[in-house]
Structures are given as structure tokens and as C-alpha cells.
């Protein structure tokens, strides 16, 4: 089995489990209104997982699949599209998303380095066991363009596993269908000629961050 079979066959399943939950309620409320007992909290159950199988759908396709975002036609994405999604991927969590608005942020961003913001935010939001914001700040520098999100709540971590398939000279033999989406990231980072670094700030925040040269992820 060659390496790309074995990441594309962790990404199916990494995002199957995360779709599992929400669709199967979504069956089992259908099975109840089959039977003539769908009261109203089940069809709200239905509604809301529905919706959320929606969202995370949406998200996945952008972070995971070819797709670029409705500005794929010239390989953006840009941030208000990469604000949405990752705000209702968030929406109904523990995590909250806190975007600040800035004058020093690009308009958008080259689709790839859009993705690993998008994985950024999400493996930030895995931080956060109780709950607590991730935050995103982005940058337009001499350099390149800078992105960076903080977790910050109560008994955050970044867990070892998750760390140890960001570092960018993992062994493959390292990924699980757990932290996958962690190494992809990471892969994804270096494919656009940047880095994801890591650092925990104590009480209660880990950072992710990367910067993109100015040739791969200037202003758009």
C-alpha cells in the first residue's frame, strides 16, 4: 500500500466519524416520524443535525477537497468565505470564533494557504476540551502573509499525538485516522512554501502559526 492510498484512506475516515454522529441523528429521527412519534424536540434534533451535517460538509470540501471556494476559478479564497465557514463549523461547539476585522489582513488568500487556515482554526478548536475562543489574526507583511490562531480556555492543550503529526519530518507510520487531518495540514503548509509552528503560552493557550512567502501568498 503506497503512502497516498493510506492518507486518502485516514482522511475518509477521519471524516466519516465526524459526520457519523449528526447524520445518524438525523436517521433516527426519521425512523420516528415513521412511526408516528416525531414530537417536536425530535424534529428540532432533526433540523439541527441536518444543518450541521450541512456545515461540516461545506467546511470539508474546502479544507479537505480540490475545491478553492467560490473564487476557485483563480485559485483564492477569500477571508469573509474562510470567516463563514469556519464560524458555522464552530457554531452549536464548545469552541467560539473570534475574527477581529484589520486593516493589515489580506483580502484573500491563495487556496492552498486558505486551506491550512481553515485546519489551523480546526485543530485549535480541538484544544479546547471545556470550551473557550479561537481567535484569528491574519497579515499582510514584507515578508508574506502571516497567519495566526490562539485557543484559549481552561485545561487547553495541544495532545501529543496531534503535535507529533504536525512536526514536518513525521513518519507517515505516526498518522492515525485521529491526527491525520494534523499531518495534512502540516503537508499542505509546506506545499505552499510555509511552516505550521506551534507554541504553548500557558494559562490556557496554544498558538498555531505560519508564514507564507510573499510569491505564494500575497495579497488578493
Known amino acids: ?45 432533526v433540523t439541527s443535525s441536518a444543518a450541521e451535517v450541512t456545515r461540516r460538509l461545506a467546511f470539508f470540501r474546502i479544507a479537505f477537497g480540490a475545491a478553492g471556494g467560490k473564487a476557485s ?5 477569500s477571508l469573509n468565505e474562510a470567516r463563514e465557514l469556519a464560524g458555522e463549523m464552530l457554531a452549536g461547539g464548545k469552541a467560539e470564533l473570534e475574527w477581529p476585522e484589520s486593516s493589515h489582513a489580506p483580502d484573500s488568500l491563495p487556496a492552498g494557504v486558505g486551506k491550512v487556515l481553515l485546519l489551523m482554526i480546526l485543530l485549535a478548536s480541538e484544544c479546547l476540551p471545556r470550551g473557550g475562543p479561537v481567535t484569528v489574526h491574519s497579515a499582510a507583511l ?32 505516526v498518522v492515525s485516522a485521529r491526527t491525520v487531518h494534523a499531518y495534512f495540514a502540516q503537508v499542505l503548509a509546506r506545499a505552499e512554501g510555509g511552516r505550521i509552528e506551534t507554541s504553548d503560552e500557558g494559562d490556557g493557550e496554544i498558538r498555531f502559526m505560519a508564514l507564507f512567502p510573499q510569491d505564494r501568498g500575497g495579497r488578493g
Open 73 to 77: 476559478a483563480v485559485g483564492t479564497l
Open 142 to 173: 514584507p515578508e508574506g502573509v502571516g497567519l495566526a490562531v490562539s485557543a484559549q480556555g481552561v485545561g487547553a492543550v495541544l495532545k501529543s499525538d496531534l503535535m507529533a503529526a504536525l512536526d514536518p519530518d513525521a513518519d507517515e507510520d
Open 1 to 45: 500500500m503506497t503512502a497516498d492510498i493510506r492518507l486518502a484512506q485516514l482522511l475518509c475516515s477521519r471524516l466519516c466519524h465526524d459526520l457519523v454522529g449528526p447524520a445518524g441523528a438525523v436517521n433516527a429521527g426519521l425512523e420516528l416520524a415513521e412511526d408516528g412519534d416525531l414530537d417536536g424536540d425530535a424534529l428540532d434534533l
